[in-house]
């Protein structure tokens, strides 16, 4: 573990990425801080986290696994974090129980959101213009073909009208579309998205219809294209199921933006292999990285991305910005801005 922190370096405040994917979040943090030297960023395997966790003071999770037993070694750790929002990988209790404080990067003050809902519209588009079947045509050498289709008067059901979900409401707009969303609540809005709201007009006038957790089936019926942007937890785990599936309309499309494990992998494989499902995008997958040869890729209709929804210049660079700061702040000794507590 050469170059890593030791427990004795104690003018130092050490902050501690979880593997090497998501390469730009650790290499922009880096060159944030590279003019503050009591500030050690270093990038540790997977497998080599939990034995020197013990050694840092905050950690970036990314798409570790923090449960009780890792958490319970980190006895000098003030704060984990996620490189954006997720934060299903964390036992949060058992953080709160190790006096440890949980908090995610606001997605819609970084630009994370609008990264994420600009991947949606491409994966639609490119599921509507038949990306795949476009590229078959070029090696064959066929002019028009194939024969598209167009966002214009297509309805969309956006799942989780959160920070992603606005976004995304905000940018069909201009496409023609109907907009139909369902969040788990209408009453209550971060702070970030009352002023987002304020400024770009009320967000009830972005959606043409609105429903809550109960309505999903109810809306997947009228939806040429659901997107998902819901978080992952035990009630939203696999909620698009076979259920969900048989209630969309045949030949709609199915965008996932948002985790894996919303997505029922079997159910969803059967659906496209039925041809009752049209498509499929998506940016983030049941295992993660994707084995390319798995099956489901064997259908033309399928479009996939290597969760690169939020992985952009601008979002990267802000959010680097956000760890940046939070890791001068706990040096200080100051209290921390920027960051959403989940704990």
Same mark, same amino acid.
């Not at 045509?137 to 002019?143: D, H, M, P, S, Y």
């Not at 933006?257 to 059967?270: H, K, Q, S, T, W």
């Given at each position: 573990m050469d170059g890593l922190a030791s427990k004795s370096d104690h003018k130092i405040t050490r902050v501690l990425f979880c593997g090497p994917h998501f390469s730009a979040s650790h290499d922009y943090t880096k060159e944030y801080l590279q003019n503050y030297p009591?500030?050690?960023?270093?990038?540790? &395997?997977?497998?080599?986290?939990? =034995?020197?966790?013990?050694?840092?003071? $905050?950690?970036?999770?990314?798409?570790?696994?923090?449960?009780?037993?890792?958490?319970?070694?980190?006895?000098?750790?003030? $704060?984990?974090m996620q490189f954006g929002v997720g934060l299903e990988g964390v036992d949060i209790d058992a953080a709160t129980n190790c006096g440890i404080k949980v908090a995610r990067i606001p997605g819609d003050v970084t630009g994370n959101a609008a990264s994420c809902a600009e991947m949606a519209i491409y994966l639609m588009l490119g599921l509507l213009r038949k990306q795949n079947e476009m590229r078959i045509?070029?090696?064959?050498?066929?002019?028009g073909e194939p024969i598209g289709e167009t966002l214009l008067g297509k309805t969309v059901f956006i799942m989780g009208l959160g920070d992603i979900g606005v976004e995304l409401a905000k940018r069909l707009r201009p496409f023609g579309v109907k907009?139909?969303?369902?969040?788990?609540?209408?009453?209550?809005?971060?702070?970030?998205?009352?002023?987002?709201?304020?400024?770009?007009?009320?967000?009830?006038?972005?959606?043409?219809?609105?429903?809550?957790?109960?309505?999903?089936?109810?809306?997947?019926?009228i939806a040429d294209i659901v997107v998902c942007c819901l978080s992952l937890n035990k009630e939203t785990a696999g909620i698009v199921n076979k259920s969900f599936l048989s209630s969309m309309r045949k030949g709609s499309l199915l965008v996932n933006?948002? *985790?894996?494990?919303?997505? =029922?992998?079997?159910?969803?494989? #059967?659906?496209?292999?039925?041809?009752?499902?049209?498509?499929?995008?998506?940016?983030?997958?049941w295992h993660e990285p994707f084995n390319p040869n798995d099956p489901i890729l064997k259908f033309k209709?399928?479009?996939?991305? &290597?969760?690169?929804?939020?992985?952009?210049?601008?979002?990267? *660079?802000?959010?680097?910005?956000?760890?940046? #700061?939070?890791? $001068?702040? $706990?040096?200080a000794g100051t209290p921390l801005a920027g960051i959403e507590f989940v704990n």
């Open positions: 009591f500030i050690q960023v270093d990038v540790v &395997p997977l497998s080599d986290v939990t =034995d020197v966790i013990a050694n840092y003071h $905050l950690c970036v999770v990314k798409n570790m696994r923090l449960n009780a037993n890792v958490l319970s070694r980190a006895n000098q750790m003030k $704060l984990v045509a070029i090696e064959q050498k066929r002019l907009i139909i969303a369902t969040k788990r609540s209408w009453a209550s809005h971060s702070q970030a998205s009352r002023q987002s709201s304020v400024k770009n007009g009320v967000i009830n006038d972005l959606v043409d219809e609105k429903g809550c957790h109960e309505n999903i089936l109810e809306f997947a019926c933006i948002a *985790r894996g494990g919303l997505l =029922d992998y079997e159910a969803v494989a #059967d659906y496209l292999e039925s041809g009752h499902l049209g498509g499929l995008g998506i940016d983030v997958a209709n399928v479009l996939i991305t &290597p969760h690169v929804a939020g992985v952009t210049e601008h979002s990267y *660079r802000s959010m680097a910005k956000v760890v940046g #700061d939070v890791a $001068l702040q $706990l040096h």
